[in-house]
C-alpha cells in the first residue's frame, strides 16, 4: 500500500476495530485501504472550493455526503489557521463585508465570517470568524 500524503510505502501496524492499519515510513502518518465514513478522505480543499462557488452548509455537506456538523467544523478548523496577509495601517480606508452566517448547534450560537479590504488596491486585509457584535 502506498500512502495517500507523500506516495512512500506503509507498513502494516496493528489493527482497530478487526481493520487493518498501516504506518508511512516516511512521514509516520497511519491510515487505513478504507474508511467507513467518508469525512476523512474529503480534503480542505474541496471545501474551500464549494464554498467560493457560493453552497451553503447543507449544500456541501449533501454534495461531499458528509454530516453538516462535520462541514461546520472544518470550515472553522481552515479559517483558524488563515493567517492575516497585510498590516493595518492607521489614516486608510477600508470596506468591511460579511461572507456567512450560519449556525452551530442551535440559533443561539450564531457564527459570522467576515473580511475588511482596501478598497483602492483590492487586498484583503483581515478576515474575521465569530460573533457578530461591535467588537468584530
Given amino acids: 500500500m502506498n ?3 507523500c506516495n512512500e510505502t506503509c507498513i502494516r501496524k496493528g489493527k482497530q476495530n478487526h481493520i487493518q492499519i498501516y504506518q508511512c515510513k516516511n512521514c509516520l502518518k ?3 485501504i478504507s474508511y467507513k465514513y467518508q469525512s476523512k478522505l474529503i480534503e480542505d480543499w474541496q471545501i474551500v472550493q ?3 462557488e457560493g453552497c451553503g452548509i447543507r449544500s456541501i455537506s449533501r454534495i461531499l455526503n458528509i454530516a453538516g456538523s462535520t462541514v461546520i467544523r472544518r470550515i472553522l478548523k481552515i ?3 488563515l493567517k492575516r496577509p497585510f498590516t493595518i495601517l492607521y489614516g486608510q480606508t477600508y470596506q468591511v463585508d460579511e461572507l ?3 449556525y452551530i448547534g442551535n440559533k443561539n450560537s450564531r457564527v459570522c465570517i467576515a473580511y475588511s479590504l482596501n478598497p483602492i488596491t483590492g487586498e484583503i486585509i483581515d478576515l474575521v470568524v465569530g460573533r457578530r457584535n461591535k467588537r468584530i
Avoid: D, E, I, M
Wanted: glycine share 0%.
Fill in 3 to 5: 500512502c495517500r500524503y
Fill in 30 to 32: 497511519y491510515q487505513r
Fill in 50 to 52: 464549494l464554498t467560493k
Fill in 79 to 81: 479559517s483558524n489557521a
Fill in 100 to 102: 456567512l452566517f450560519t
